[in-house]
């Protein structure tokens, strides 16, 4: 089976310090592997995604996320956090066709 | 419009009512979802539509019935819910054979009084 768990339901970091979201999968087979991001009161939005070429993987507003097989990891980065960065992120996992399990989610809180 | 569409955004339906919700995607892709997000507890996928046809149905309670009437199109009926049925229910939508993420829309969020 293949899962996804997110270290930290809540992360604070101040404004202008490295952002740091943990994420590991399990997976039987080579998995695409994705962050989404979730404002207040709307739907979940791609930041990016991995799908077995580049292991660095940049997404948008300034993130990235490196897959790391050996430690079963796709943890998102961003070197310099924004007040708009201030959100909810889910990473996933695609599970074979149309199916995509998602983590319980990081609300990241970005202190002025 | 661009993207996926839900109407409405909010919805407080009693337990004996029968209400709809609406998405509709404006991508041209052909799988579509239904997903609850509740307080504290990870994304539920409810229901997969691939080409109109229903692929999964993830143990969810009769008095939730989807329907796709076409590949643009979904619909969640609801009828006689319960209070624990409150969340805010996601439509997603995907294009399987090529790309595989799914763009979500903005949401309704359900209160069942």
């Known amino acids: 089976a293949q899962s996804v768990t997110q270290l930290g339901s809540h992360v604070s970091v101040s404004e202008g310090a490295l952002v740091l979201l943990r994420c590991n999968y399990s997976?039987?087979?080579?998995?695409?592997l994705f962050w989404y991001v979730q404002y207040p009161n709307q739907g979940l939005q791609l930041l990016l995604k991995?799908?077995?070429?580049?292991?660095l993987v940049k997404g948008i507003n300034g993130f990235e996320a490196e897959f790391k097989k050996s430690e079963t990891s796709f943890h998102l980065t961003k070197p310099s956090a924004h007040m708009s960065d201030a959100a909810e992120y889910f990473c996933?996992?695609?599970?074979?066709?149309?199916?995509?399990?998602f983590g319980t989610g990081t609300k990241l809180q970005v202190i002025p | 419009e661009t993207g996926v569409t839900q109407t409405p955004r909010h919805l407080v339906m009693g337990m004996t009512n029968k209400k709809s919700l609406k998405c509709e995607q404006h991508?041209?892709?052909?799988?579509m979802y239904w997903y609850k997000q509740s307080a504290k507890k990870p994304l539920e996928l409810m229901f997969v539509?691939?080409?109109?046809?229903?692929?999964e149905n993830n143990s969810v309670p009769s008095r939730f019935s989807p329907e796709c009437p076409n590949s643009s199109h979904l619909f969640l009926h609801l009828h006689t819910l319960q209070p624990e049925d409150s969340a805010l229910y996601l439509c997603?939508?995907?294009?399987?054979?090529?790309?595989?993420?799914?763009?979500f829309g903005p949401g309704t969020r359900l209160t069942v009084t």
């Open positions: 997603a939508s995907s294009q399987e054979d090529t790309t595989y993420e799914q763009y």
């Open positions: 997976s039987s087979v080579p998995p695409y």
């Open positions: 991995y799908t077995s070429a580049a292991t």
């Open positions: 996933a996992v695609r599970r074979g066709y149309q199916k995509v399990t």
């Open positions: 991508l041209g892709h052909n799988a």
């Open positions: 539509y691939s080409l109109e046809e229903r692929v």
